[in-house]
T-cell receptor
Framework: NAGVTQTPKFQVLKTGQSMTLQCAQD?????MSWYRQDPGMGLRLIHY???????DQGEVPNGYNVSRSTTEDFPLRLLSAAPSQTSVYFC???????????FGPGTRLTVL | DQQVKQNSPSLSVQEGRISILNCDYT??????FLWYKKYPAEGPTFLIS?????DKNEDGRFTVFLNKSAKHLSLHIVPSQPGDSAVYFC??????????????FGKGTLLTVNP
């Protein structure tokens, strides 16, 4: 099992550009989520999904879109990147929302 | 409004001694608490958890204590080892379904264990 994988590991964008952060898991987990980690802020939930076709907003959803067309994949789209979106992004998954979450290695994003 | 608070950004201890990391919460709906450990350039990994029906849970060198009346939990590491040096996140969730199941994280405490 590869667990939770994220690509890319690093990305630099210019303000206004769009991009998609990829997240995949091979554990047949129903629940997937995206967090961002900023210095001194801990982990904040962006969006989450309790199963294919179902997504919902977390604590800081503005500027991000998600979709869940398969159980395995949960991409995070930045529509028009802003410097405030410079952060480290973590994807996580668990069998169900109440189970222990497993995190991916993260994507470090810089928006200039 | 920060619902999970880790008031110590950092903690430094000597190898072999006890490390105590603290966490306070304000939401009385929280009933399940977790500690995650994070090394630089890696994702957080689950360490230990405790349900509100218990006041203590042990796993090897790691013990979590929960004081519901004080809305306080702590993680004890005995004995501390240099490999324990990492950022520790406290997290909490509720039990009444829907969005209450989502995890809320504290800001983390950087533990440094000196040889």
């Amino acid at each position: 099992n590869a667990g939770v994988t994220q690509t890319p590991k690093f990305q630099v964008l210019k303000t206004g550009q769009s991009m998609t952060l990829q997240c995949a898991q091979d554990m047949n987990h129903e629940y997937m989520s995206w967090y961002r980690q900023d210095p001194g802020m801990g982990l904040r939930l962006i969006h989450y999904s309790v199963g294919a076709g179902i997504t919902d907003q977390g604590e800081v959803p503005n500027g991000y879109n998600v979709s869940r067309s398969t159980t395995e994949d949960f991409p995070l789209r930045l529509l028009s990147a802003a410097p405030s979106q410079t952060s480290v992004y973590f994807c996580a998954s668990s069998l169900f929302i109440t189970d222990t979450q497993y995190f991916g290695p993260g994507t470090r994003l810089t928006v200039l | 409004d920060q619902q999970v608070k880790q008031n110590s950004p950092s903690l430094s201890v000597q190898e072999g001694r006890i490390s105590i990391l603290n966490c306070d919460y304000t939401n009385s709906m929280f009933d399940y608490f977790l500690w995650y450990k994070k090394y630089p350039a890696e994702g957080p990994t689950f360490l230990i958890s405790i349900s509100s029906i218990k006041d203590k849970n042990e796993d090897g060198r790691f013990t979590v204590f929960l004081n519901k009346s004080a809305k306080h939990l702590s993680l004890h590491i005995v004995p501390s080892q240099p490999g324990d040096s990492a950022v520790y996140f406290c997290a909490a969730r509720g039990n009444s379904g829907g969005s209450n199941y989502k995890l809320t994280f504290g800001k983390g405490t950087l533990l440094t264990v000196n040889p």
